[in-house]
């Protein structure tokens, strides 16, 4: 830096140009690591000596992690500013090896990671802020589709591959920014997963969350099949955010609507795909659920059937115990010769009183499990009719999304008509100034002939005017 600063006091015109030029480009350099590794913490501006200090004064040192969240907020700035001026330029539907949009989720992955605490598992410490997205589920239950649609992705093993799915399904949506702003607004939930002074935590992670709105002027249009999400390396491309002022984006205007009609069908058709698989798999469970509930009817028609029994049984028994009463009332009045058959009836009778007793116990086992078949019966059935509507809003969905796909065809065809008709009018025009062109030189030979013509009588007329006089 002393070579940016004059030796003398008095500034001159050059060295101002010099801070000036230094003012304007050193913005992103001189860059530290805090002490994790983990995050890039820029040093401002401020920190740089751009001017002669003789007599540097004793400053307070600032907190590095408010430096660090400042930085954080300033490239999520960058980044969302040059997302959407670059993608207006483009004009056509986002994929996923667009550049800065890449570099967007790099940054927002680093700025939901500031400040997250140190969970430990079995594994070791394990530190991911999928466990704070999966709270937007729970306080906007429209997100649940998302979260839904991240669990069923093949491939995705870790819970980072997860939140990386969920910011670009969310994106896709256009609800990014409110989902972000529901989980910033319930900080209570949030202090779980991050620490007080997290980025999350303070006002930046709000201010993020309003520049987040200006994202659903873009569409975006990203398949996650194929992408290993789990195994990124997250690094944040500086050079992409430098100033040059010696180009400037340009992009062709050609046929830029047609591009955009074509990739907005694409992802449409991908949709309406997505859509046809949750129809057949809600249409297997409800096929599923159908099975138990006959499984269930069967088996609660043969629990009848066994209470039915029981009942008899008990009933027989009372009978039976009652008769042995009347004989043992008939053997008191006996003779003592008797004794010995007297003690077998009472052995029998404690044998039946025994049977009655089991009786009992298997009847009111069996009437406590007939009540916990028609209860679990009473839930199949409500599930069932939940699902049927979700089934029946699924298909109006559909049919909805066939009706766009049609309208975009109908779209594309009419835009290669409108093509073809202007090709033939220009086909047209050209044989139309081909015959002009034709017309014009059989006018100006017949001109020269005129003027010919006239040049002859006109000497003729001299030529009587002479013989005349």
Not at 358 to 372: A, N, R, T
Request: hydrophobic content about 35%; aromatic content about 4%; proline content about 3%.
């Amino acid at each position: 830096m002393s070579d940016l600063t004059p030796q003398s006091e008095t500034p001159t015109p050059t060295t101002d140009k010099i801070t000036q030029a230094a003012r304007e480009t050193i913005y992103l350099c001189n860059f530290r690591v805090s002490v994790d590794g983990e995050w890039l913490c820029l040093r401002e501006l401020n920190d740089i000596s751009l001017t002669p200090d003789p007599e540097p004064a004793h400053e307070e040192p600032k907190d590095p992690i408010a430096i660090e969240r400042l930085n954080l907020m300033n490239m999520a700035k960058l980044s969302i500013k040059g997302l959407i001026e670059s993608a207006l330029n483009l004009g056509r539907t986002l994929d996923s090896d667009y550049a800065p949009l890449q570099q967007f989720f790099v940054v927002m992955e680093h700025c939901l990671k500031h400040g997250l605490k140190t969970k430990k598992t079995f594994l070791g410490q394990n530190k991911s802020f999928w466990g704070a997205l999966e709270l937007v589920e729970k306080l906007t239950p429209e997100a649940g589709e998302i979260t839904a649609s991240v669990k069923d992705l093949p491939g995705l093993k870790t819970p980072l591959g997860r939140g990386r799915a969920w910011l670009r399904l969310a994106l896709m949506q256009k609800k990014l920014s409110d989902y972000m702003k529901t989980i910033i607004n319930r900080k209570d939930l949030l202090s779980e997963f991050y620490e007080p002074n997290a980025l999350m935590m303070e006002e930046e992670g709000a201010v993020i969350a309003g520049l987040l709105v200006g994202l659903n002027v873009i569409d975006a249009n990203l398949c996650m099949k194929g992408e290993d999400l789990d195994s990124q390396v997250g690094v944040i491309d500086f050079s992409m955010y430098l100033k040059d002022g010696g180009h400037s984006s340009k992009s062709a205007e050609g046929d830029g609507q047609i591009t955009a009609i074509l990739d907005q069908k694409n992802y449409v058709e991908e949709l309406n795909r997505h859509l046809s698989a949750s129809v057949n798999n809600l249409q297997a469970k409800v096929d599923a659920l159908e099975k138990s509930n006959t499984k269930l009817t069967e088996e609660l028609a043969v629990a009848n059937n066994r209470v039915i029994t029981l009942q008899e049984d008990v009933e027989r028994v009372k009978e039976e115990s009652s008769y042995q009463l009347e004989s043992r009332k008939a053997l008191k009045n006996d003779t003592a010769a008797d004794g010995q058959a007297l003690g077998e009836t009472r052995k029998q009778l404690t044998e039946k009183t025994l049977l009655r007793l089991d009786v009992e116990k298997e009847l009111e086992v069996q009437i406590g499990m007939k009540q916990e078949m028609e209860l679990s019966m009473k839930m199949l059935e409500k599930d069932f009719c939940e699902k049927q509507d979700t089934l029946v809003e699924l298909r109006q969905q559909l049919e909805e999304l066939r009706a766009i796909n049609q309208q975009l065809t109908h779209k594309s065809q009419s835009t290669d008509a409108s093509s073809k008709q202007k090709s033939e009018v220009i086909v047209r025009l050209e044989e139309k100034i081909n015959q002009m062109s034709g017309t014009v030189k059989q006018l100006e030979t017949s001109e020269k002939h005129l003027v010919k013509q006239a040049c002859n009588l006109n000497s003729a007329a001299g030529k009587l005017l002479q013989l005349q006089q």
